[in-house]
């Protein structure tokens, strides 16, 4: 009896090792089995996603940025912005197809302006009906920076005559923003006075405006209207008498009296009575197209005669014909030299010598 006692366990021990040779693969089979489709359900899920910043800025128009990881699924992105985080608009979605690693997108999107909060949005099968957002981020709330395009010059223009000012501003926020004209008069010495009312520029950034009666030189620049406002260089408006010039013929030839009026009174100037010549072209950009020049043949002062308007008058002996002017000369004055229009005056002939 001990000994079959002692035998009788084992084969029932084989059996088990044997059966249990067999559980064991078949174990590992199911545990594999099982554990795919679990793996699979791990790596999907519901997007992540991080707000980037803002690149090819062309005036309202930029393309925002940002990360998605769709986490295994096809997923729908957009960006939101506007003026508050209540945002407001919105580009268009796209999608982006089963991923598992973050991908960076971007968008184009118009209207975008300096202080405007924008974020990302994404959603995808697993969000279980809601969506995904990105931190909210500001456009622009560092320093904004506008460049300003103006004539580096300006043709001058007779008392109380007017004027347009044209010009255009780049950079973040050009197109839509508030800006003023500002004046400081000659000898540019007083603070600069806004002298417009505000404007709006244009989706290309371009501005106008239209200043009228300017009765002295000036200078002025362009501001902006926003909180933090930004200033352009200043353009000079240079302004100058209105001169007359006529002529009364004596009865010998050739003798002429030359008279004319200067508006505003400019009394004791110097009156230059110039002549219209061919000159040879310059070595510079400014002379080497010049064909002509005014020179001066005569002169006088200019004298009072009443309280807006000095006059001036010289008897002269027509040498040259051509064309004359009056050339009133000022220097450092608030209106600057200024002339006539040209008249037609002929010589009186030339005496010939007999044989």
């Known amino acids: 009896m001990t000994a079959n006692a002692s035998q009788t366990p084992r084969p029932r021990t084989r059996a088990r090792r044997r059966a249990g040779g067999l559980v064991a693969p078949i174990l590992a089979v199911a545990a594999r089995a099982a554990w795919r489709p679990s793996a699979l359900a791990a790596s999907t899920g519901p997007p ?33 912005f506007g003026p508050t985080t209540g945002y407001g608009s919105s580009t268009p979605p796209a999608v982006l197809p089963a991923a598992t690693t973050r991908i960076k997108v971007g968008q184009i999107t118009g209207g975008l302006q300096p202080g405007y909060h924008y974020r990302i949005v994404a959603y995808n099968g697993d969000s279980g009906g809601f969506a995904r957002v990105g931190r909210d981020r500001v456009f622009g709330s560092k320093s904004i920076k506008l460049r300003f395009h103006l004539p580096k ?15 255009s501003v780049s950079g ?10 500002q004046e400081s008069p000659f000898p540019y010495l007083e603070e600069f006075t806004t002298v417009s009312e505000p404007v709006t520029t244009t989706s290309t950034g371009a501005f106008s405006f ?15 209207t926003s909180p933090k406002p930004q200033i352009s260089s200043v353009v000079k408006q240079q302004v100058t008498p209105v001169v007359t010039l006529k002529v009364h013929h004596s009865s010998s030839p050739g003798l002429v009296r030359l008279y004319g009026t200067i508006t505003p009174s400019v009394t004791g100037a110097r009156v230059l009575i110039q002549l219209n010549k061919p000159a040879r072209p310059g070595n510079t950009e400014k002379t080497s197209e010049r064909t002509s020049r005014f020179a001066t043949q005569f002169s006088t002062t200019a004298h009072k005669a009443t309280r807006t308007m000095s006059h001036f008058s010289t008897v002269v002996k027509i040498v040259h014909s051509g064309h004359y002017r009056a050339y009133v000369a000022l220097r450092n004055k608030p209106l600057q030299s200024g002339a006539s229009p040209a008249l037609s005056l002929k010589a009186a002939p030339s005496k010939q010598k007999r044989g």
């Open 210 to 224: 239209r200043v009228s009666s300017l009765q002295t030189s000036a200078a002025f620049r362009i501001i902006t």
């Open 172 to 181: 973040i926020g050009s197109a839509g923003a508030g800006v003023v004209l």
């Open 153 to 167: 010059s300006l043709e001058p223009i007779p008392y109380k005559h007017s004027f347009v000012i044209s010009g």
């Open 48 to 80: 992540q996603v991080a707000t980037g910043g803002v690149s090819h800025v062309r005036g309202s128009t930029a393309e925002l940025e940002g990360t998605v990881d769709p986490h295994g699924l096809p997923t729908t992105y957009f960006f939101q």
